[in-house]
């Protein structure tokens, strides 16, 4: 079964503890990304990666890091979290195509 | 990306074909008509796409006016299930992004 699984799903944690949300894919897709969503704000796009060792930033990268060292895995990488990071956070992946995109049953965060 | 325009909320009976419009005047000609929907805060689900001819899938069907300027997605017989948020988005980017708007919210009546 295609499946994009994120991890932790739930999570409370403290200002500025470094925290990693894991996500792994298994169609062997190329094309993997990270969304929050935020009332009122939809679904806005961190980060993105065309392949390994491909990152680029999209809409709102700030506070974040990712790394793509392998093909299947896309963490996301909270080193100073802030309470303005608390949402709700989606990984997300397809194929070169991208005609269908894949995307996990979300993490949410809460930072205090 | 193109802007779309969805109504924020509808209603439909269970049972009823489900018809949700989405405005997309800015779209260009290579760029397709996606449509997914989101379940009570679940990963937004794939549902059909097209570029310039009507699509049906097992989910759905996607009507697309000749001009491209605006799309029909189609539940032919809602249920329960389907209550859900469902955005409208057109895309050809080469970063594989979509952009999402706050799409609109069907309610499925018993």
């Known amino acids: 079964e295609a499946q994009v699984t994120q991890n932790p799903r739930y999570l409370i944690t403290v200002t500025g503890k470094k925290l990693t949300v894991t996500c792994s894919q298994n169609m062997n897709h190329e094309y993997m990304s990270w969304y929050r969503q935020d009332p009122g704000l939809g679904l806005r796009q961190i980060y993105y990666s065309m392949n390994v060792e491909v990152t680029d930033k999209g809409d709102v990268p700030e506070g974040y890091k990712v790394s793509r060292k392998e093909k299947r895995n896309f963490p996301l990488i909270l080193e100073s979290p802030s309470p303005n990071q608390t949402s709700l956070y989606f990984c997300a992946s397809s194929d070169y195509r991208g005609n269908t995109i894949y995307f996990g049953e979300g993490s949410w965060l809460t930072v205090v | 990306d193109a802007k779309t325009t969805q109504p924020p909320s509808m209603d439909c009976a269970e049972g009823r074909a489900a018809n949700l419009p989405c405005n997309h005047s800015?779209?260009?000609?290579?760029?397709?008509v996606y449509w997914y929907r989101q379940i009570h805060s679940q990963g937004p689900q794939y549902i059909i796409h097209g570029l310039k001819n009507n699509e049906t899938n097992e989910m759905a069907s996607l009507i697309i006016t000749e001009d491209r300027k605006s799309s029909t997605l189609i539940l032919p017989h809602a249920t329960l299930r389907d209550t859900a948020v469902y955005y409208c988005i057109v895309s050809g980017g080469s970063n594989y992004k979509l952009t999402f708007g706050k799409g609109t919210l069907l309610t499925v009546n018993p």
């Open positions: 800015t779209i260009s000609g290579n760029e397709y």
